[in-house]
């Protein structure tokens, strides 16, 4: 099977750096991939890593580790507009995508 | 944009009702996902399908069913609903399991 382990919360002030980290255990893993979904609606897609390193798309970076089954979302100059829930998910060979737990950060002034 | 719609957005139906979730997408994408979700919680993935007539069940076990017959279309129906079936349902899409695309959902309350 396949799971996903998230801190259930984080918490940060505007402008500053957060990280947050998804452990997983999958067989046939494709890659890793970050969504936010915000209260009442649905999750949308942020970054997506295949290989071990680091991708940045503007103010997100999504860093993966095969080797460790590990990897990261971070967030730079926070806004409160971040406030939300984010969630890691991995691909398989089986075409399952499987969620994490979901992290949720609160954004305060 | 992302073009996956559900309808409907709101069900309130009594114990035992038949129902079916209806869930399109016009990009033409091969995978699709049902997830269910109750608030603050984790997406647990309850179906999915590669293609046409291809479905699978994902790791949450549940009631319900699903059929693709048509690429565009990825219907969920429950045979007889009960109260444990009240939670908000969230079809997906994606060329690859890369990107996924979401619809807005459908928040089912069965009294």
């Known amino acids: 099977g396949q799971s996903l382990e998230q801190p259930s919360e984080v918490t940060a002030v505007e402008g500053a750096i957060v990280q947050i980290n998804c452990t997983y255990q999958t067989s046939g893993f494709y890659g890793l991939s970050w969504y936010q979904q915000h209260d009442g609606g649905a999750p949308t897609f942020l970054s997506y890593?295949?290989?071990?390193g680091l991708e940045e798309t503007g103010r997100f970076s999504s860093f993966l580790s095969r080797s460790d089954s590990y990897g990261y979302l971070l967030l730079q100059e926070l806004q409160m507009k971040d406030s939300a829930s984010y969630f890691c998910a991995v691909s398989a060979y089986t075409d399952k995508l499987i969620f994490g737990t979901g992290t949720r950060l609160q954004v305060f002034p | 944009e992302a073009d996956i719609y559900q309808t409907p957005r709101y069900l309130v139906i009594g114990t035992g009702k038949k129902i079916t979730l209806e869930c399109s997408q016009t990009m033409g994408h091969d995978k699709m996902y049902w997830y269910q979700q109750d608030p603050g919680m984790e997406l647990h993935l309850i179906h999915y399908s590669y293609g046409v007539n291809s479905t699978e069940k994902g790791d949450l076990s549940s009631e319900s069913t699903v059929s693709r017959i048509r690429t565009e279309h990825f219907p969920l129906t429950l045979e007889s609903a009960r109260p444990s079936h009240t939670s908000q349902y969230l079809c997906?899409?994606?060329?690859?399991?890369?990107?996924?695309?979401f619809g807005q959902g459908t928040r089912l309350t069965v009294v």
């Open positions: 890593n295949a290989l071990d």
């Open positions: 997906a899409s994606s060329e690859e399991t890369v990107e996924a695309f």
